[in-house]
Nanobody, 124 residues
Framework: QVQLVESGGGLVQAGGSLRLSCAAS????????MGWFRQAPGKEREFVAR????????YYAESVKGRFTISRDNAKNTVWLQMNSLKPEDTAVYYC?????????????????WGQGTQVTVSS
């Protein structure tokens, strides 16, 4: 069992930056690949980024590639999402999620544990 708590969301102007954090409970954090998803009003939850258990491999949605960076520190049980050059279309609730499987998943149904989400609003 893993409990996840996101933080770091807020209101930012277009072109600005935010850094989201996701703190995990438990001693098995390094056993999970971690992902970030987002959900805008009226839209389905969509994949943003994923990082492997060790942190050596990362994956990104095309819409955020080159602007967002996912990272983790297993000693701190924390995963981050650095978001730069933010656009109004990045506005959404951002969720972190844990995946027990080593297969690279980009679908929310494949993730096992979820945080409560943090709101990111980008003004134009």
């Amino acid at each position: 069992q893993v409990q996840l708590v996101e933080s770091g969301g807020g209101l930012v102007q277009a072109g600005g930056s935010l850094r989201l954090s996701c703190a995990a409970s438990g001693r098995t954090f390094s056993s999970y690949a971690m992902g970030w998803f987002r959900q805008a009003p009226g839209k389905e939850r969509e994949f943003v980024a994923r990082i492997s258990r060790s942190g050596s491999t990362t994956y990104y949605a095309e819409s955020v590639k080159g602007r967002f960076t996912i990272s983790r520190d297993n000693a701190k049980n924390t995963v981050w999402l650095q978001m730069n050059s933010l656009k109004p279309e990045d506005t959404a609730v951002y969720y972190c999620a844990a995946d027990k499987d080593i297969v690279v998943h980009r679908t929310s149904l494949d993730y096992d544990f979820w945080g409560q989400g943090t709101q990111v609003t980008v003004s134009s």
